[in-house]
């Protein structure tokens, strides 16, 4: 990949809480208490194919997430608690948080993210123009926005970056 490369990726719904394929969504890190959030499981496939595609950016990854402080301190545990950044090889200290959604446009812009994974339109609807390659993670309620690659699972977003995002998308 290109040095200039760098990717990030939304928390919640993308690394741990992914929706099932029935678009059923696991809540338990949002309204359990610590010890059952930090049991939950990261998303299906989401630690090895980030241990895979980590390199390709050469470590410039960030974990991008809105939420509270609350949660903010329920993520950072989760990471540790699952050993997060040995796992997939993200540099410990790579996370951003930010109140409102629209706000990852501003993470983005500061850290020249040029791929994002993340499960929600009105985040990718921010970074368009921003963020060059963008890739809508997850199930959802509606089609994808032409704009947008939609990679439902992780194997889907570990595919569309190897191969790369067709300038269409862009």
């Known amino acids: 990949m290109n040095t200039h490369e760098r990717l990030g990726v939304d ?3 993308v690394i741990q809480g ?5 678009g059923e969504v696991d809540t338990v890190f949002l309204q359990g208490g610590l ?15 980030l241990a895979r595609i980590v390199p390709r ?9 809105k939420c509270g402080e609350r949660v903010q301190q329920r993520t ?8 997060f950044y040995r796992r997939t090889g993200v540099p410990e200290g790579n996370v951003r948080f930010c109140q409102r959604r629209a706000d990852k446009a501003r993470h983005c812009a500061e850290l ?8 929600r339109v009105d985040v990718h609807r921010a ?11 997850g199930s959802q309620p509606d089609p994808a926005p032409d704009w ?10 570990e595919a569309a970056i190897s191969a790369g995002t067709p300038a269409a998308l862009r």
């Open 127 to 137: 970074l368009r123009g921003l963020v060059a390659n963008l890739y809508l993670f």
């Open 148 to 157: 947008v690659r939609h990679t439902p699972t992780w194997a889907d977003v």
């Open 112 to 119: 020249g993210i040029t791929h994002m994974i993340d499960d």
């Open 18 to 22: 992914a929706a099932l394929p029935s």
């Open 76 to 83: 950072l545990a989760w990471l540790s608690h699952h050993d």
């Open 57 to 65: 950016f050469d470590g410039r990854v960030w974990v991008i997430s």
């Open 35 to 49: 010890a059952e959030a930090l049991a939950s499981p990261p998303s299906e496939g989401a630690l090895e194919v």
């Open 11 to 13: 928390f919640g719904r």
